[in-house]
């Protein structure tokens, strides 16, 4: 097999106004990623197929310490919301597809996060989390 040539190229604009850029999706990702290019001055427009956003919408989801990290990262006012909207978890068992037998926890205790991380492991709904996004 041939090699392959990659090539990158960095396109640098040198403007006196904001740049415009357009996000398709409101999900969790999209609505983050408008408020990091907010923060670095760029007029961000969030496309969303949906024409509300849905209280019921998705599912829970468990946010790590490094993932609340990001996320205060973004906007300092982050971490107090999730804290607000979520809730810590203090005990992970794992177990095979049965359920049956219980498996060793990677993880360890999770109780120790705050003090090593700086933030629990937190379980958080979907909905509420891209609400909170959205209010930003």
């Known amino acids: 097999m041939a090699p392959r040539t990659v090539v990158t ?23 983050s990623a408008g408020i990091a290019l907010r923060n670095i001055g760029c007029e961000t427009t969030v496309f969303e197929r949906a024409t509300a956003l849905k209280g019921d919408a998705g599912t829970g989801l468990t946010l790590w310490p490094n993932g609340q990290s990001a ?7 982050l971490g107090a919301r999730i804290a607000q909207i979520g809730c810590a978890t203090d005990y992970v068992e794992v177990t095979d597809a049965s359920g049956t037998t219980t498996l060793p926890n990677p993880t360890g205790d999770p109780r120790r996060f705050p003090a090593r991380y700086g933030h629990a492991m937190r379980n ?13």
Do not use: H, Y
């Open 124 to 136: 958080v709904r979907w909905s509420k989390l891209q609400a909170t996004l959205a209010t930003r």
């Open 9 to 31: 190229t960095a396109l640098v604009i040198a403007t006196t106004s904001a740049l415009k850029v357009a996000i398709v999706g409101g999900g969790l990702s999209g609505l």
């Open 71 to 77: 996320l205060s990262a973004l906007d300092a006012e």
